[in-house]
T-cell receptor, first 114, second 114 residues
Framework: DAGITQSPRHKVTETGTPVTLRCHQT?????MYWYRQDPGHGLRLIHY???????DKGEVSDGYSVSRSKTEDFLLTLESATSSQTSVYFC?????????????FGSGTQLSVL | GDSVTQMEGPVTLSEEAFLTINCTYT??????LFWYVQYPGEGLQLLLK?????DKGSNKGFEATYRKETTSFHLEKGSVQVSDSAVYFC?????????????FGRGTSLIVHP
């Protein structure tokens, strides 16, 4: 199995508080992604990174920011959590191109904003 | 932009029945195509992939053929088992503005009864 871990696995927080989710990889993959998964919407891309300090927005980036100061870590921050951000968050990594191209996913973080 | 459309679920089958989950895509260029599977409480994992037209991906009895003429990548299995109950996601990967951004369908839930 690919070395990718998410923390925390579960988080309950209150509206208006900041929250940071962490994704850590040991595969030295260039690309890292944050998705959220909601019923009826499948997986939606929040932000992604293609290298240290190189990040870009996905389709649902409003209310989220990210940082990647090291190859192995990709942080997702909710500056001021809202109830609409209650979701399951998945981190994924990839080294695109070639026959081994695929995404590896973490186990997810269940976030509840009350 | 790129998109993936897959049949809505849930798909409910009896054990040993034949499975088809339809997937069609729109993309510029020549994307790679993937099926991922998500078991309850877990992240997604790659089931199979195909990187060029007419390629067939296969794994664990599942198959899908990359059909460029119909822009489709339908998932099939000849005889499903209870253990195949999961959510299945069709996905494509393509380069957009120099970045590698996977696109997912909304997922299809499969329920297999004994």
């Amino acid at each position: 199995d690919a070395g990718i871990t998410q923390s925390p696995r579960h988080k309950v927080t209150e509206t208006g508080t900041p929250v940071t989710l962490r994704c850590h990889q040991t595969e030295n993959h260039r690309y890292m992604y944050w998705y959220r998964q909601d019923p009826g919407h499948g997986l939606r891309l929040i932000h992604y990174s293609y290298g240290v300090k190189d990040t870009d927005k996905g389709e649902v980036s409003d209310g989220y920011s990210v940082s990647r100061s090291k190859t192995e870590d990709f942080l997702l921050t909710l500056e001021s959590a809202t109830s609409s951000q209650t979701s399951v968050y998945f981190c994924a990594i990839s080294e695109p191109g070639g026959e081994n191209e695929k995404l590896f996913f973490g186990s997810g973080t269940q976030l509840s904003v009350l | 932009g790129d998109s993936v459309t897959q049949m809505e679920g849930p798909v409910t089958l009896s054990e040993e029945a034949f499975l088809t989950i339809n997937c069609t895509y729109t993309a510029t260029g020549y994307p790679s195509l993937f099926w991922y599977v998500q078991y309850p409480g877990e992240g997604l994992q790659l089931l199979l992939k195909a990187t060029k037209a007419d390629d067939k991906g296969s794994n664990k009895g599942f198959e899908a053929t990359y059909r460029k003429e119909t822009t489709s990548f339908h998932l099939e299995k000849g005889s499903v088992q209870v253990s195949d109950s999961a959510v299945y996601f069709c996905a494509l990967s393509a380069t957009s503005g120099g970045s590698y951004i996977p696109t997912f369908g909304r997922g299809t839930s499969l329920i297999v009864h004994p």
